[in-house]
């Protein structure tokens, strides 16, 4: 029940800023909407896990680091797939590697997923079927030992710090 | 003496022809790329930038208005799902079978799923 409430709350505020106006009637009728959405898909909402509101507030430096360093990856992927675009000639090795990863929770390998495919010259295609292998399509691939150790090194850490 | 509705006129125009220039570059892309992976990362890199410049040209535009507030969130949606999206297209492509063009080097991910 107090996990209704919360999530509610958190909807409700959603609901404010698609509505386009933050006051407190919206917010209410996204709260009490907000049940009615939860109730259908529960089993994605992770009612079994313990929350502890410590351990939100100590990782929100952590996130807010993470995003930093997503805005900056996003403008970097942005340029170059623009530059691969406009080249006259396109002399691209695309090709799908398999990249192992360290995370184990399922919100981790959402984010990691998700990180991969906004940053540069990579895509995710898959999850392997034990949860440590990530398929990715790079659009320069000639090196793949390169671009696991680039991953590993430069995204997982911020991931496993803001979400694990 | 510049007015304050001036600057805010010069940032929502530079925001929008930027963010119309990548969704430009990402429908070059998506012509000139050779495969369905290598248009994916035209279409959802590019057009996340792009769709999210003319989203904060908008906001630039109006202020904490409601409608700037609503831009907001299409723009964090639009970044949410984008990925996912894309995710799904290359996962369903790979399943039915359609093939990586022929420059592509490796592909480690047909080895494991072939039938």
Not at chain 2, 101 to 112: A, H, P, R, T
Request: a positive charge; hydrophobic letters at 50%; proline letters at 4%.
């Amino acid at each position: 029940m107090k996990r209704y409430i919360l999530y509610s709350m958190f909807l409700g505020l959603i609901w404010c800023f698609v509505h386009g106006t933050v006051n407190f009637n919206n917010f209410l009728i996204g709260a009490l909407l907000g049940p009615i959405v939860i109730r259908p898909f529960r089993s994605l909402y992770g009612f079994e896990n313990k929350i502890s509101y410590q351990k939100v507030i100590r990782k929100i430096p952590k996130l807010m680091r993470y995003f930093y360093v997503l805005f900056i990856e996003i403008i970097k992927a942005n340029i170059m797939v623009a530059k691969i675009i406009l080249q006259p000639k396109m002399d691209i090795k695309p090709g799908i590697i398999a990249v192992p990863i360290r995370t184990k929770t399922n919100t981790g390998i959402t984010a990691i997923a998700n990180t991969i495919t906004l940053t540069p010259g990579t895509l995710t295609i898959d999850v392997s079927d034990n949860k440590e292998v990530l398929y990715v399509h790079a659009i320069d691939a000639s090196d793949p030992q390169g671009l696991c150790d680039s991953i590993r090194d430069d995204l997982e850490e911020y991931v496993l710090e803001a979400f694990e | 003496m510049i007015e304050i509705g001036l600057i805010q006129d010069i940032i929502s125009t530079f925001l929008l022809v930027v963010g119309a220039f990548f969704v430009f570059l990402g429908m070059v892309g998506l012509i000139r790329l050779p495969d369905v992976y290598n248009r994916l990362h035209a279409t959802t890199k590019i057009g996340t930038l792009g769709a999210f410049g003319v989203m904060l040209s908008i906001v630039a535009k109006v202020g904490l208005e409601p409608i700037g507030v609503k831009a907001i969130t299409v723009g964090l949606f639009i970044l949410l799902t984008a990925p996912v999206a894309a995710h799904m297209i290359g996962r369903a492509a790979h399943r039915h079978g359609v093939g990586l063009c022929k420059e592509s080097v490796i592909d480690e991910y047909g080895k494991e799923y072939n039938k």
